[in-house]
T-cell receptor, first 114, second 115 residues
Framework: DAKTTQPTSMDCAEGRAANLPCNHSTISGNEYVYWYRQIHSQGPQYIIHGLKNNETNEMASLIITEDRKSSTLILPHATLRDTAVYYCIVRVAGIRGSQGNLIFGKGTKLSVKP | DGGITQSPKYLFRKEGQNVTLSCEQNLNHDAMYWYRQDPGQGLRLIYYSQIVNDFQKGDIAEGYSVSREKKESFPLTVTSAQKNPTAFYLC??????????????FGDGTRLSIL
């Protein structure tokens, strides 16, 4: 799986949009971009994933650049409960052996401040 | 509600003792996974199972064992051979491993400590 690069930490004001960047310059054409978050002492929570097109769900939006080398997770109106570590992961589409597993790096610690 | 249930939430192990962590899912998922997380670190894969009665070693399987006798259950045993078992253990499941667009969903974890 391709590696990802994320900033170590970010701050965001409550009520504002939080934009979390991720670089995945070695991504392959059949690899999906996944975002998870982990609140302290809880299991990771799935947020969103995409392949080429931008995606939106009730939690967030995912913007993938045309060359697919980077993406941005957008939380449109951040709340204090969005404070967490956010993980960007790329995952191959065709599964052989352990290729389907998620490789979590250290992620971005997002702090939402009042 | 559908989901993944891990128990217990906290577990203490004595030296030389085997302990078993429970993971149950009612999502009708074929694939299940066990990860280990150490403080300030990402997740590392211990074992995974693509289907009932099948499981494969992950990146750090030494000192651990699993079984998959039922679709909804994937217990993890931490054996006495695991010399550094103190960690946060996470179980996950997904509809299948064969398609990359199927997200994994996680339980709330079991925190294991050594007495």
């Amino acid at each position: 799986d391709a590696k990802t690069t994320q900033p170590t930490s970010m701050d965001c004001a409550e009520g504002r949009a939080a934009n979390l960047p991720c670089n995945h310059s070695t991504i392959s054409g059949n690899e999906y971009v996944y975002w998870y978050r982990q609140i302290h002492s809880q299991g990771p929570q799935y947020i969103i994933h995409g392949l080429k097109n931008n995606e939106t769900n009730e939690m967030a939006s995912l913007i993938i650049t045309e060359d697919r080398k980077s993406s941005t997770l957008i939380l449109p109106h951040a709340t204090l409960r969005d404070t967490a570590v956010y993980y960007c992961i790329v995952r191959v589409a065709g599964i052989r052996g352990s290729q389907g597993n998620l490789i979590f790096g250290k992620g971005t610690k997002l702090s939402v401040k009042p | 509600d559908g989901g993944i249930t891990q128990s217990p939430k906290y577990l203490f192990r004595k030296e030389g003792q085997n302990v078993t962590l429970s993971c149950e899912q009612n999502l009708n998922h074929d694939a299940m996974y066990w990860y280990r997380q150490d403080p300030g670190q990402g997740l590392r894969l211990i074992y995974y199972s693509q289907i009932v009665n099948d499981f494969q070693k992950g990146d750090i399987a030494e000192g651990y064992s699993v079984s998959r006798e039922k679709k909804e259950s994937f217990p993890l045993t931490v054996t006495s051979a695991q010399k550094n078992p103190t960690a946060f253990y996470l179980c996950a499941s997904s509809y299948t491993m064969r398609q990359g667009n199927q997200p994994q969903h996680f339980g709330d974890g079991t925190r294991l400590s050594i007495l």
